[in-house]
């Protein structure tokens, strides 16, 4: 009963940023192989197609499912538009870049008797700020921006959070041998969010993706995961110190799809193997994207 009841008072908190995972903006699995690696100057569109399948509910500040029938689909399409410069700073090639998804949510929690359908275009990012270093056998990336609270959050269905969030990035790819068809990846995002409007703020959560690759030719394949963490205490009406967490693991494929165009197409698949709840119940499931890469 106590489970249920804490489920209910947050449903709307935490049911809307289900697809955010533990409990900011970012969505962990939307980067795999070569994660860290900015591409040579120029302008990118990235088209991240993501559902994210809800298996079950884990509960506040437990690793247990509620019982029931707690389940639900999150599908998007973050539309990602990057532009790279010859300009140096610090060394490496200066850049900036803006993500703007669009949503649609649908959710059928029994435990909080929710049961509704919303779409609409979710919270928008802004990163003034990204840098990338090339080596011989190794990149490195850095990134700053914003997450704005722009979309409505009035539901549980709704494609916004209701808060905003500052995300810092940092990561790096090294290649295992000269021809560079071995490659391994880590790119971490921190995201420090702000109060929502009831007085709640979200604790601060850090993302790390992760990928082993192996290039078969113009085939690129590989062992791909993600692990997310709560850094810090949620606060305001029913905080704990309780911190959620997920982690997952799966595989890519990265394939040419008109190589003379500049368009790549990405395919991953990912199983979430463990996920603990925090001060609310925290979802557990499966993500499949694709991503559409074109250079301009």
Same mark, same amino acid.
């Given at each position: ?69 707690? &389940? ?72 700053? *921006? ?19 969030? &500052? ?13 560079? &068809? ?42 791909? *995961? ?16 309780? /911190?959620?967490?997920? /982690? ?9 799809? @008109?190589?003379?165009?500049?368009? @790549? ?21 499966? &993500? ?9």
């Amino acid at each position: 009963m106590k489970i249920v009841s804490k489920l209910a008072l947050t449903a709307v908190l935490t049911a809307a940023g289900v697809l955010a995972h533990a409990g900011g903006h970012y969505v962990p699995g939307v980067e795999g192989i070569q994660a860290a690696s900015v591409p040579p100057p120029g302008v990118y569109y990235l088209g991240y197609m993501v559902n994210y399948s809800i298996d079950e509910l884990r509960a506040p500040g437990s690793s247990n499912s509620i019982p029931g029938s707690n &389940t639900g689909t999150v599908s998007a399409l973050a539309n990602r538009l990057v532009y790279i410069t010859n300009t140096q700073f610090l060394g490496a090639n200066y850049g900036m870049e803006t993500i703007v998804p669009v949503m649609r949510k649908s959710l059928s929690f029994n435990a909080a008797s929710v049961s509704e359908s919303s779409s609409g275009v979710g919270d928008i990012y802004v990163g003034p700020l990204v840098l990338g270093w090339h080596g011989s056998n190794w990149d490195a990336a850095a990134a700053a *921006g914003l997450w704005f609270d722009n979309a409505s959050s009035d539901s549980a269905s709704a494609p916004g959070n209701g808060y905003k969030s &500052t995300m810092l990035t940092g990561g790096g790819t090294y290649y295992f041998d000269a021809a560079k &068809t071995w490659t391994g990846s880590a790119l971490v995002r921190y995201e420090m969010n702000s109060t929502q409007s009831n007085s709640f703020k979200p604790g601060n959560q850090v993302s790390m993706e992760w990928g082993f690759g192996k290039s078969l030719g113009a085939v690129q394949v590989g062992l791909v *995961g993600y692990d997310q963490w709560q850094t810090s205490n949620d606060t305001g009406p029913g905080a704990t110190g309780d /911190h959620a967490e997920r /982690h997952a693991i799966g595989a890519e494929v990265v394939y040419p799809l @008109m190589k003379e165009a500049g368009v @790549m197409l990405k395919a991953a698949y990912y199983d979430e193997y463990s996920a603990k709840g925090g001060t609310n119940p925290q979802a557990k499931g499966s &993500t499949l994207r694709f991503t559409v890469v074109k250079a301009f």
